[in-house]
């Protein structure tokens, strides 16, 4: 499984920007696609996630209603549209996926992951 994340880049704060991940080579029914963030000497931390039935969640405490993640299943991809973005929003975004389709926000959780792309917010 390949997975493809772009769209980072510098923004200002209180901009947008919106992150796109492309997963096509992937066969399952059933699965998860999820951002994660890591910050410089931070742990990843889970951002938002997809699943192939529509549900999503968010890490409520980091995003706060500033994130939005869609998926399309049809093309294997998932975005995540990202609002008024602060200087602790900058990281370097992941993409990665479940392939057992389940709802979780551990790293370990998932099998796959994208090369990783940068978000920098300036104050």
């Known amino acids: 499984v390949q997975l493809q994340a772009f769209g980072g880049g510098l923004v200002q704060a209180g901009g947008s920007l919106t992150l796109s991940c492309a997963a096509s080579?992937?066969?399952?029914?059933?699965?998860?696609m999820a951002w994660f963030r890591q910050a410089p000497g931070k742990d990843r931390e889970f951002v938002a996630s997809h699943r192939w039935r529509g549900n999503t969640e968010y890490n409520v405490d980091s995003v706060n209603g500033r994130f939005t993640i869609y998926g399309d299943n049809a093309k294997k991809m998932v975005h995540l549209h990202m609002n008024t973005l602060k200087a602790e929003d900058t990281a370097v975004y992941y993409c990665a996926v479940d392939p057992k389709g389940l709802s979780s926000r551990d790293v370990r959780a998932y099998d796959y992951w994208g090369q990783g792309t940068q978000v920098t917010v300036s104050s």
């Open positions: 080579t992937i066969t399952f029914i059933h699965y998860t």
